[in-house]
T-cell receptor, first 112, second 111 residues
Framework: DGGITQSPKYLFRKEGQNVTLSCEQNLNHDAMYWYRQDPGQGLRLIYY???????QKGDIAEGYSVSREKKESFPLTVTSAQKNPTAFYLCASIPGPGGGYTFGSGTRLTVV | SQQGEEDPQALSIQEGENATMNCSYK?????LQWYRQNSGRGLVHLILIRSNEREKHSGRLRVTLDTSKKSSSLLITASRAADTASYFC???????????FGTGTRLTIIP
C-alpha cells in the first residue's frame, strides 16, 4: 500500500544535540511538507518542498533544516538552535495543486 | 500564523446525534479542507471544498462554505463512537499549495 512512513515514532534528544526525523513516501508525490504540532494546537508549517533539490521555509523554520535529494525522501533535522523542540512532528505530501494531503503517523520528539 | 479558527474548541454529544463544527478564516482562499486526527496520530483528509462551491457531501459528512463570511461548517450526521477525534479545517490560497491549519475542534461522542 502506498503511504508516508515517518520514523522513529518516538525520539528523545539531549540538550545541544541535532536529531534527524525521517519521512519517506512511495506515492510518487511531488510536494512534501513538515509541520509541527504542540499540545492542543493546530499545525504550523516548518519547511516544504515542491520539487527535488528545492525547498522553502515555512512559518517557523528557525532551528530546523531539510534536504530533498530524492523525490521519496524529505528528512527534517532539528538543530541545537531550536530552543523548544519538544513537539509532535508531522510529514505530509500531495501529488499536485488542489488536492488533499496525505500525512504520516508522526514523530514525537522530547528533549531530556 | 493560524489562518483558521474552529468553533467550538470542544464538543461532546451523545452517540447518534449530529455534530456541527465551524471554521472561520481571514484571507481569500482557493480551497478549504477538513481533516480528522485521532489522538497521537497523523491527520486524515476528509473532504475538500473549492471556493466556487457552496456545499459538498461525503457519506455522513456535509460541508458548507460561505466565502462572503469567510466561514465553513462541517456536519457529521448520526455520530458514532469512532468519530471521537479532533477536527481541523485548512485553507490554501490561489497559486499556493501550502495549507494553513486552524486550531481544531475536539469532538467526543458519548456512547
Amino acid at each position: 500500500d502506498g503511504g508516508i512512513t515517518q520514523s522513529p515514532k518516538y525520539l528523545f534528544r539531549k540538550e545541544g544535540q541535532n536529531v534527524t526525523l525521517s519521512c519517506e513516501q512511495n506515492l510518487n508525490h511531488d510536494a512534501m511538507y513538515w509541520y509541527r504540532q504542540d499540545p492542543g494546537q493546530g499545525l504550523r508549517l516548518i519547511y516544504y518542498s515542491q520539487i527535488v533539490n528545492d525547498f522553502q521555509k515555512g512559518d517557523i523554520a528557525e532551528g530546523y533544516s531539510v534536504s530533498r535529494e530524492k523525490k521519496e525522501s524529505f528528512p527534517l533535522t532539528v538543530t541545537s538552535a531550536q530552543k523548544n523542540p519538544t513537539a509532535f512532528y508531522l510529514c505530509a505530501s500531495i501529488p499536485g495543486p488542489g488536492g488533499g494531503y496525505t500525512f504520516g503517523s508522526g514523530t514525537r520528539l522530547t528533549v531530556v | 500564523s493560524q489562518q483558521g479558527e474552529e468553533d467550538p474548541q470542544a464538543l461532546s454529544i451523545q452517540e447518534g446525534e449530529n455534530a456541527t463544527m465551524n471554521c472561520s478564516y481571514k484571507t481569500s482562499i482557493n480551497n478549504l479542507q477538513w481533516y480528522r486526527q485521532n489522538s497521537g496520530r497523523g491527520l486524515v483528509h476528509l473532504i475538500l471544498i473549492r471556493s466556487n462551491e457552496r456545499e459538498k457531501h461525503s457519506g455522513r459528512l456535509r460541508v458548507t462554505l460561505d466565502t462572503s463570511k469567510k466561514s465553513s461548517s462541517l456536519l457529521i450526521t448520526a455520530s458514532r463512537a469512532a468519530d471521537t477525534a479532533s477536527y481541523f479545517c485548512a485553507t490554501d490560497a490561489f497559486g499556493n499549495e501550502k495549507l494553513t491549519f486552524g486550531t481544531g475542534t475536539r469532538l467526543t461522542i458519548i456512547p
